[in-house]
């Protein structure tokens, strides 16, 4: 049974939560850096030997690599009805996140030209888990941004025989017309774009979700390459009152329990006949589930109803969690969310559940987890783009301000950074005529 807290249980809940920050134990990380070190000393050779010993497919760089043709055929399989629907998804995210462009500027101002010159990454490398589940959401998510930025190169990697079990993924890369696909999973994936390999040229930037040794991988490789962020196990906080559906809670809270036992479900509300109400509602949906018993490890491990004498006292718990996503109910004003900062996306309304934004409203569901919504942002077309400061200035502006830069440059004992400046005021000065 999902527990119920007060106020007086907040040093208890977050003893909880936590527990769930994503720690590596050191038998992944050995197994990562093992593997990290043979694809970026063997190449090729050793994606080939990795691949069998962790997937039991004996695999050759031909087949490795997904020509558009087989990618066709495998996305022809998929089921009609739900490639129309990832069509209109696809709609909704573009719409969405094209706004999000950034564009160069610059500004004279007498005579001095300053601005921001703002490009697309050269290459970007996207990892789309295997496994028994299918994730074509993934795809459009880290592929449709991407692309609006003018990444010229995208390179898709995936473990082997995610199109034969799931030709919808198939069905998503055809969509956005992604041409360079590779058949490997796991961190020897993460490794081959990191460093590159015969096959695999390096990318600038690895983005994707995958299980601790692909997450492990991407921290282990950041500085050789930039990654999206380090995501943990998915999380929902709900702000709700009495009036607020114990049934339209509790599905949504179930609807991030199933994902994961280790993630999180926590609903605010400020009644505790209402807080009985959600957690009844949970045991009765939770027993139809096909996930029930993942959902339930979830609520007992990570779950909680807190009831609060209001919502704002609510709000200055949220804060402290940051959490991936928050639902507010209609019952509460829109105004509320002028108390809360730290979230990843924010759901208003009692139609707007959590998984419109994961698969369809065009939002990006890559999104901080594990209380990093204090300083990270959800992915976007700006995790695509870099930026460059572009300075210009005229010979009468440097002579103008030069002593300024001199000054500064001295105070802090940098005295080639001085003379930089002032040997060209030096060379502008009059010089003695000689007899």
Request: charged share 25%.
């Amino acid at each position: 049974m999902i527990p119920i807290y007060r106020e007086k249980d907040r040093a208890k809940l977050f003893s909880r939560l936590e527990k769930r920050k994503m720690l590596f134990s050191g038998e992944v990380l050995e197994s990562v850096r093992r593997i990290l070190s043979e694809v970026r000393a063997e190449g090729d050779r050793a994606l080939l030997r990795l691949t069998e010993a962790f997937d039991g497919i004996k695999m050759t760089p031909e087949r490795m690599c997904v020509s558009p043709q087989e990618l066709r055929a495998c996305s022809e399989r998929a089921d009609p009805a739900v490639v129309l629907e990832l069509e209109k998804a696809i709609f909704n995210i573009h719409a969405y996140h094209r706004r999000q462009l950034q564009e160069s500027w610059e500004f004279d101002e007498r005579g001095v030209i300053l601005g921001q010159r703002v490009l697309p990454l050269a290459s970007v490398g996207i990892y789309v888990p295997g496994g028994n589940a299918a994730y074509p959401s993934t795809v459009l998510m880290n592929v449709i941004p991407a692309k609006i930025a003018g990444v010229p190169r995208i390179a898709v990697v995936t473990p082997p025989g995610t199109f034969e079990r799931h030709p919808i993924v198939a069905a998503a890369l055809h969509a956005l017309k992604v041409r360079e696909i590779y058949l490997v999973g796991g961190a020897q994936a993460i490794a081959a774009l990191a460093y590159g390999t015969e096959m695999i040229p390096r990318v600038d930037k690895i983005v994707g979700p995958g299980n601790a040794y692909v997450a492990a991988a991407k921290r282990e490789v950041f500085g050789e390459v930039d990654i999206d962020m380090m995501a943990g196990p998915s999380e929902i906080v709900i702000l709700a009152t009495a009036e607020s559906n114990p049934r339209y809670i509790a599905a949504d809270m179930l609807s991030q329990s199933e994902h994961d036992e280790s993630a999180c479900a926590l609903c605010f509300t400020d009644s505790a006949a209402h807080a009985v109400l959600v957690q009844q509602e949970l045991e009765v949906q939770i027993k139809s589930l096909p996930r029930s018993q993942i959902a339930r490890k979830s609520l007992v491990n990570y779950g909680a109803i807190i009831v609060t004498e209001n919502y704002f006292q609510a709000a200055a718990w949220i804060n402290e969690i940051a959490p991936e996503h928050l639902e507010i109910f209609s019952s509460i004003p829109l105004s509320a969310l002028d108390m809360i900062r730290n979230v990843g996306a924010v759901f208003y309304g009692d139609y707007s559940p959590e998984a419109v934004g994961d698969y369809f409203a065009g939002s990006n569901h890559v999104l901080p987890t594990g209380g990093t919504a204090r300083f990270s942002s959800p992915l976007g077309v700006y995790h695509f783009q870099r930026r460059t400061s572009i300075i210009r200035y005229t010979r009468e502006e440097l002579m103008r301000t030069w002593r300024s830069i001199d000054i500064l440059a001295q105070a802090e004992g940098l005295e080639a950074h001085a003379r930089s400046v002032r040997i060209r005021q030096e060379e502008e000065q009059p010089r003695p005529e000689t007899k």
